[in-house]
């Protein structure tokens, strides 16, 4: 098909610079779409108005004038769009004189002018948009916008020519998001992949990185791909996901704790039993008799059973502590020796321990097993091989980034910490292991067994403390502890107390517990020490027996968790009623737990249980001697006219 004819006007320049039409071919009038002979002698303002005082009209004057060619395409605009356009070329025939020759091209105009528009909102786009853009040519980026550039640090002109291997700190990371790509986009015709870069000052992003073919049957045509920085999502989904993992352990460790302190609970009523009749049995015994050295050992396995029962309880959280002002330090060199004849004989031993450390609320006793698992724990962790063991004390301010990252954090408060590190250099820890060593009964064969680790959690958790623990495979091991540093200054650490001496009472004691071995063997002991016994096997029953006989009684033992009424609301009745009886509470668990409801009230004592014989006697000694040294009653009497010391 050929191309459209053109249509032909001349037109003469008159004396007073006006173009006058004079003539006009057929394919113009066709053009136009009417006939020209009414245009013949009007000005080419007054013929086509739409060219009044435009540059078409100057530039033809100047053509007819001056001779030379003029070509321009001229459009008309109804509403923004294109009404009208002409291809125009303009030339003189003689002098004053100019043809001008016109085809129209408006459909063509059109199209131009759509795709124009079109460009120019992509190329908006394309700058405005927050994600990185890029064009690419066999992976060699040939355009890119300033958000690429930002996100990778290059400038434009470092970025066109660019391969995207660049981008990749790995080669095999690169082939790996080159295969997803070429695939997805084979079969989806776009792709999409989580991928990492690295950018020009060698630091990496997360991003997430889409592309589409331009043709979308021939990739090698060029991609256009976004690119989406992620790296604010992922850090953020790494602490959710982190903080998920810590609330599902400190919710196991939990259960786990409830679980421990109730069969630790539980059987120390049944250790109360053996132990209780093991020390009757001995001392109804004639001194030849053989069968002294059975009940002692007896008494030695049920004492193991209760060690066993307190780490149960340390692990719960629920052992018994007996808080004092303690220099770390101190300790740690009164335990030396101690220390030096636990650990394996291939470990050498190092102690980094500072001086002037502030105090810590802390029992002596569980602060000595926490420094014993931990040490005997490193010992095992270097096995045959041997190594070096070293025990420091430090001072460290610790913010909330920092005890968020300890096992377990209980959203401790930011402040001093007095740190006990416990380090060696033996096979170390991954992190599924590292994640574990605190469950009761755990075991591996570098990372202890039984209860010590977990029951040093037990005890670190019921002093306020954290743990956090620094382990990779092949580097060793670093276990640290933090203990609230406290402004008090701490005590000296006291020997042994002297053994009582042998002691008998008189008058009648009130035991009260809803486990039947533990009344009983109670009111065998109680007897042994010359006491009549009231036996209650609940807080109702307790009470009714004391309303019966509270004149000729001289204490009273209650056990904390009873039905029917409880300890607590036990001890509140028999106070109304005889405020100068005293009252021992008997439990299972620690003394701070279990007496913290009672204090300010009035509670006379407290018995651990299993007790044994003696503890009963030095117990009963003290808070009757205590009883009998208060101010009269009213009547003139002591709390109780038949105490005895």
Known sequence: MGAAPFGVHRYTLEADGRLVFRWANEAADNILGEASAHL????????????????VARECAKVAASGGIFEDIHFTYAN?????????????????????????????????????????????????????????????????????????????????????????????EYERVGQILSVDEIREGSASTETRWMRKDRSMIDVLLSTAPLVPTDA????????LDISERKRAEAERLGLEVRMQQTQKLESLGVLAGGIAHDFNNILMAILGHADLADTRLLPASPAHE??????????????????????????????????????????????????SKKSKLKFQLASDLPSVEADVAQLRQVIMNLSINASEAMGDSGGVITVSTSLMHCDRSYLAGTFVDEQLPEGDYVCLDVSDNGVGMDGPTRERIFEPFYTTKFTGRGLGLSAVLGIVRGHKGAIKVDSEPGSGTTVRVLFPA????????????????????????????????VRKVGGQMLAHLGFQTILAADGQQALSSFITHHSSIVCVILDLTMPAMDGEETFREIHKIDPRVPVILSSGYNEQEAVQRFVGKGLAGFLQKPYRLSQLRQKLTSVLQSALSRPAGPEGQPASSNQKA
């Not at 090698?220 to 690119?227: E, K, N």
């Not at 307190?310 to 020796?337: N, P, T, W």
């Open 220 to 227: 090698s045509a060029g991609v256009t791909f976004t690119v």
């Open 486 to 517: 406290s402004k008090t200054p701490s005590q000296r650490l006291e020997g042994e107390p002297p053994k009582e001496s042998e002691w008998r009472g008189s008058g009648t004691v009130l035991i009260a517990d809803d486990e039947e071995t």
């Open 40 to 55: 013949l002698g009007k000005s080419i303002d007054e013929a086509f108005p739409v060219l009044a005082d435009s540059r």
């Open 80 to 172: 923004e769009q294109i009404a009208g356009a002409f291809d125009i070329r303009a030339f003189q025939q003689a002098p004053g004189s100019v043809a001008v020759l016109f085809r129209e091209v408006t459909e063509r105009a059109r199209m131009q002018h759509a795709l124009s528009e079109s460009e120019n909102r992509l190329s908006s786009i394309f700058r405005a948009v927050p994600v990185g853009i890029a064009l690419s040519v066999n992976r060699i980026i040939r355009e890119a916008n300033d958000h690429m550039c930002e996100l990778t640090g290059y400038t434009h002109d470092e970025l066109i020519g660019l391969s995207t291997r660049a981008l990749y700190a790995d080669a095999a």
């Open 294 to 343: 059975n009940l002692q050992e007896i008494e030695r396995a049920a004492r193991r059973a209760a060690d066993l029962c307190r780490q149960m309880l340390a692990y719960s959280g629920k052992g018994r502590f007996v808080i004092r002002h303690l220099d770390i330090s101190e300790v740690i060199k009164e335990m030396e020796d101690m220390i030096m004849v636990s650990v």
